[in-house]
Structure formats: structure tokens, C-alpha cells
């Protein structure tokens, strides 16, 4: 199906509101396709800001029931997400529609285009946001098909995972959680790093192995993992490689560095963000772009949606939106905040699924009793169920248990409502209220009500200090 898919003209993507298949949808809408699709979010009232700018680029929107399925659909687009006794699936092996994987579609992408796959179990958003906004302002117009809204994107009125370039120059994230990396095979791809996440570290490298084998040209992060692993591949991070960063100077929410004598500045926070500029840069020179240019972009780098993103500050109180949801992406969040914080930390985390929680429990567990320290607090809400059929058989409270006997601060919430008011009656001057989680849409409108609860806290404060004689 690879070669085909400018063929397919009328396509229903099941499982339309997720990350890869939203943005996927947009691509194809935006080439002309006539697109529909279905979500059990959208029939149960949930995210309806995403179903209205899907709207707005003529994607119709249907009940996750089969309904406006019929003979004259080309093709159903599914993620490993959609269950197979969903009624999409059911109606379209009815009616014999093929039935296409997300990861085989979006190979037929990979392989049309001059492709820059974006791997690594963290940071595979923000360098792809990165080496489009570097390539876009240099004039190379290029597409991008990825998980998180960029906001140069967004700021065109669209929903920002997606975009339609003139040129023939792709940006891929390619995501190794369901192994459908194996399927790619690109111009370029950059391997950032290895961690457990979905699966365990051995697996992963066995996966990425199979991607570096598809992939034309491969760069690999020599300090995210083991460089020796990837035959044939330029390699950049550590200081034996020709490619580096120098100089690293922190200025709050920023940072300073250079790359070949280079002087390169970024506004945002954190370690991990001057690695994956480091990777933008590298990758776009062989792209044509300088590094002077690649510099001159990333200063004013726009940034991306729930990647350390402030909601807002008041009476010196901040609040911090993040993706962070696995060891890894936690344990750089916190680190990036820890050296900007001049009070405590509020750290809440929201664990998505079951199932990751399962896995990942005892990693979840030492990253916070390492890095949470001894003045900053853990609230905690229930599992985040996003719906089907899955099994129950571990809660946050089994975490927060865990991270208080080990002499950390840690409070589960069966409601995830009732962390607002804690949140307002916790924080003082200086505090910094950091949220993490994934697959949730709803997490930063909950951010926004904890910064609106402690704008009200904080007028209510300096209401009653007013009135004091």
C-alpha cells in the first residue's frame, strides 16, 4: 500500500483525535483527499476544540459506529490503539474495505518524500519542531507529520502536528512504542537515545537496529546510547565526536552554548533541549542550512504544546505544563525546573494506562524518591483511562505508597479535581507547580484551572492585606 496512497481518495481514519492519526488525517486533507473520521472522544464530548479544526479542513466527523462507511471508501486508516471488534473495523470487513495500518500509511509518506525520521525514546517532538522551524526559515519548505502542535503552526489557525510544505522535505517522528519503526525506510534518520518506556531497553535497541538498517543516512546522540551499536552512522553528542556543545551558560528559563565556535542561544530551559538543538543542527547542515542560520532560527525557536510550557506566573508562583511521562522525560523535566526554582516544587503527575504503569512502576517509583528531594511534594491522581477493554490491577496510590516509604512527600487523589484547591493552599512565593502526563487532552485545561486557582488564592491574599490597618 506504500506506493498507493495518493491513489486512495476517500479514506475514514478510526481513532481520528490521537497524536499520529490526527496528524496524518491533516496531511492527507490537505493533499486533496476527502477524508472522515471517528473517535470515541468525540462521541463522549471530549476534545472538541481538536474536532473543530479537523472540521475546518473538511474532514468529516462521524459516531465511532460504522456509520459513513460505505462501498465507495477506499481505504480505513486504523492505530494500534483501536481495538478489532471496533464497529469501523467490523463495518469496513463487511463491505471488504482495506483495512491500513497508521505506521504502513505513513511509511508510503516516508518514502515519497525526502525523510527525516526523528527517533528515541525522548525528545523525538522538539527536535523534529526544531529542524522545521530551521528549515522553514530558511526557505526549504518543508512538511511534518508528528505528535505534538508546533506553534508556528498553530499560529496559521491549525491544530500544529501537521503541515504541507512546496518542497519535497519531510519531518518524521517516528515512534518506536508499537515497533512499526521497522516499517520506514528514510533519507535521514537521528536516533536520540535509548530508555525503557513501552518497552524495555534491550528490545528498543533491537528495533532501532532494524530502522538504522532502513535508514539511507544515520545520525546517533553518542550521550543518549552506545554509538558502537549503529555501524556506519555519524555520530555527534559526546566529545569525541567532532560535534558538540561548548559553553553551556544557563540564564534562567534559557541557555547559551556554542557548536563549532558558534554562539547558539535557546528559550527554553533544560539540558535535554540544548542535546536535541545540538541534533537539529547537525542533521539540517547536511540539509544545506549553516549553523549560524540553524542558530539564528533556534533563538527564536517558538516551541511546541505541553513541552515546558508556563502557564502562567503569579505572585511569583509558576505553573508548568509537560508531556514528561516516562523515567527519562520526569527525571529531565524536574532537573530543568530544580535549577530554576527558588522555592519547592508541586510536582503532579498523571500516569497514562494501565498497562505503561504496570511496566514502568518500579522506574516511576526511583525517580521520584531521587529526584523529587526532600522539600518538594507529589500529588498524584488515578490512572488515566482512556477507554476498551483493559485491566485494573494497579493504581497511583500503589506509587505514592511506595514513594513515602521511602521518605518523600507523596498524595494520591481518586479525584483529580480535588488537587486544585491543595495545589493553592500549598504553594507560596517562589514555588513552582510543575504538571506531567500524556495522552490526556483534558491536562492543560486542568493546568489552566491550578494557575486561575492560585490567581484567585493570591487576590484574595493581597485583598486581605490591603484591609489591615
Same mark, same amino acid.
Given at each position: ?5 495518493? *491513489?486512495? *481518495?476517500?479514506?475514514? +481514519? ?69 481495538? !478489532? $471488534? ?34 528515541? @525514546?525522548?525528545?523525538?517532538? @522538539? ?18 507529520? @508528528?505528535?505534538? &502542535? ?7 489557525? +491549525? ?42 531497553? $534491550? ?8 530502522? &538504522? ?13 552506545? &554509538? ?24 534562567? +528559563? ?60 503569579? !505572585? ?11 523515567? =527519562? ?6 532537573? &530543568?525546573?530544580? !535549577? ?21 512502576? $518500579? ?29 485494573? $490491577? ?15 512527600? =507523596? ?59
Amino acid at each position: 500500500m506504500k506506493e498507493d496512497n495518493l *491513489k486512495i *481518495k476517500k479514506m475514514r +481514519f478510526a481513532g481520528i483525535a490521537g497524536a499520529g492519526m490526527s496528524a496524518l488525517s491533516q496531511i492527507a486533507a490537505m493533499e486533496g483527499h476527502e477524508i472522515s473520521g471517528s473517535d470515541r472522544d468525540f462521541d463522549n464530548n471530549r476534545n472538541s476544540s481538536l474536532k473543530h479544526k479537523l472540521e475546518k479542513l473538511s474532514i468529516k466527523i462521524f459516531p465511532q459506529d460504522g456509520s459513513g462507511i460505505s462501498q465507495s471508501t477506499d481505504a480505513i486508516i486504523v492505530s494500534t490503539a483501536v481495538e !478489532n $471488534d471496533n464497529a469501523d473495523i467490523l463495518k469496513a470487513q463487511k463491505l471488504n474495505i482495506p483495512i491500513i495500518h497508521r505506521s504502513e500509511f505513513l511509511a508510503g509518506y516516508v518514502d515519497r518524500f525526502k525523510t527525516i525520521a526523528v527517533a528515541g @525514546t525522548s525528545g523525538k517532538s @522538539t527536535v523534529a519542531a526544531m529542524i522545521y522551524e530551521i528549515l522553514e526559515k530558511a526557505g526549504k519548505s518543508p512538511s511534518i507529520i @508528528t505528535g505534538a &502542535a508546533l506553534e508556528i503552526i498553530k499560529k496559521k489557525g +491549525f491544530i500544529g502536528n501537521a503541515w504541507r510544505g512546496k518542497s519535497d522535505i519531510l519531518i518524521v517522528e517516528a515512534d518506536e512504542s508499537d515497533g512499526t519503526i521497522v516499517h520506514y525506510h528514510p533519507h535521514s534518520g537521528i536516533i536520540l537515545n535509548i530508555s525503557k518506556d513501552h518497552k524495555d531497553e $534491550d528490545e528498543i535497541e533491537k528495533i532501532f537496529l532494524k530502522f &538504522a538498517c532502513n535508514t539511507k543516512k544515520l545520525y546517533v546522540n553518542s550521550l543518549g546510547l552506545k &554509538a558502537n551499536v549503529f555501524p556506519n552512522s555519524r555520530v555527534f553528542g559526546s566529545v569525541e565526536s567532532d560535534f558538540t556543545v561548548s559553553d553551556i551558560k544557563y540564564f534562567g +528559563f534559557s541557555s547559551r552554548f556554542k557548536i563549532k565556535d558558534i554562539e547558539f542561544s535557546l528559550p527554553i530551559a533544560g539540558e535535554c533541549n540544548i542535546q536535541n538543538a545540538l541534533a537539529a543542527a547537525r542533521i539540517c547542515l547536511d540539509f544545506g542550512v549553516a549553523l549560524k542560520d540553524s542558530s539564528v532560527a533556534l533563538a527564536e525557536y517558538s516551541g511546541i504544546e505541553r513541552r515546558f510550557n508556563v502557564v502562567g506566573e503569579t !505572585n511569583q508562583i509558576k505553573v508548568i505544563d509537560d508531556y514528561a511521562h516516562n523515567p =527519562a522525560k520526569i527525571s529531565a523535566i524536574i532537573d &530543568a525546573v530544580s !535549577n530554576v526554582v527558588k522555592g519547592k516544587i508541586i510536582a503532579i503527575y498523571q500516569p497514562h494506562g494501565f498497562a505503561p504503569t504496570k511496566h514502568l512502576k $518500579d522506574e516511576l517509583i526511583k525517580v521520584f524518591s531521587l529526584r523529587l528531594g526532600d522539600k518538594n511534594i507529589l500529588l498524584m491522581p488515578e490512572i488515566y483511562y482512556v477507554g476498551g477493554t483493559v485491566v485494573k $490491577d494497579i493504581s497511583s496510590k500503589h506509587l505514592t505508597d511506595e514513594i513515602n516509604k521511602k521518605g518523600k512527600k =507523596a498524595f494520591f487523589f481518586a479525584e483529580r479535581k480535588d488537587i486544585i484547591s491543595k495545589c493553592a493552599k500549598l504553594a507560596w512565593p517562589g514555588d513552582i507547580i510543575l504538571v506531567m502526563g500524556a495522552r490526556d487532552p483534558s491536562l492543560s485545561e486542568f493546568a489552566q484551572s491550578v494557575f486561575e486557582e492560585i490567581v484567585k488564592k493570591s487576590a484574595t491574599q493581597n485583598s486581605a492585606s490591603a484591609r489591615r490597618p
